[in-house]
């Protein structure tokens, strides 16, 4: 009868392996304890316009966004960019949006912008509208798609950072 023998791998051999799979993948891994979970009002105003913005990204909602897949859905009442014209109080458009963490007026009063560090249940983190609410770009910000920077991390569930 013929033996036959394994030869494992040597301990030595692992820990180089394991080692070269960590260099060739320098991102970071990180998790969160917990997920987001803000309720925010941000805004912005120009000489005309009043920009706002407000989501609730409670516990209260979670089950909510987990059922809306569409940022931009009129179900979705839980996030919402509105636009107020200051000159006579009245309301430009409300329109649900993803949650957003930054909002920009354009000096010319033209453009919203919209952006956000959120990640989960937040499949969008750039809009731009039309002053007039027409939503002109629907963006996925993805730190390693976009090649955005050396510094750009992602967490496994929630920021961008």
């Given amino acids: 009868m013929r033996k036959i023998r394994w030869?494992?791998?040597?301990p030595l051999v692992l820990i180089s392996l394991a080692g070269s799979i960590l260099l060739a993948n320098p991102q970071p891994a990180r998790g969160d304890r917990t997920g987001y979970s803000e309720i925010v009002l941000i805004f912005d105003r120009g000489s005309r316009y009043?920009?706002?913005h407000e989501h609730d990204w409670s516990e209260r909602t979670q089950k909510a966004r987990w059922?809306?897949?569409?940022?931009?859905s009129d179900q979705?009442?839980?996030s919402y960019l509105e636009v107020i014209?200051?000159?006579?109080?009245?309301?430009?458009?409300?329109?649900?949006?993803p949650a957003l963490t930054t909002v920009w007026l354009s000096p010319d009063q033209r453009f919203v912008v919209g952006l956000s560090r959120i990640k989960l249940y937040n499949p969008v983190q750039l809009v731009i509208f039309s002053t007039t609410g027409k939503l002109l770009l629907r963006r996925t910000?993805?730190?390693?798609?976009?090649?955005?920077?050396?510094?750009?991390m992602e967490s496994v569930t929630n920021l961008i950072t």
């Fill in 76 to 78: 979705k009442t839980y």
């Fill in 141 to 152: 910000v993805d730190c390693h798609a976009a090649k955005v920077s050396d510094s750009c």
């Fill in 50 to 52: 009043l920009v706002l």
């Fill in 85 to 97: 014209d200051d000159t006579n109080h009245t309301r430009v458009f409300r329109s649900p949006v």
């Fill in 7 to 10: 030869i494992g791998w040597s």
């Fill in 67 to 72: 059922e809306t897949k569409d940022p931009f």
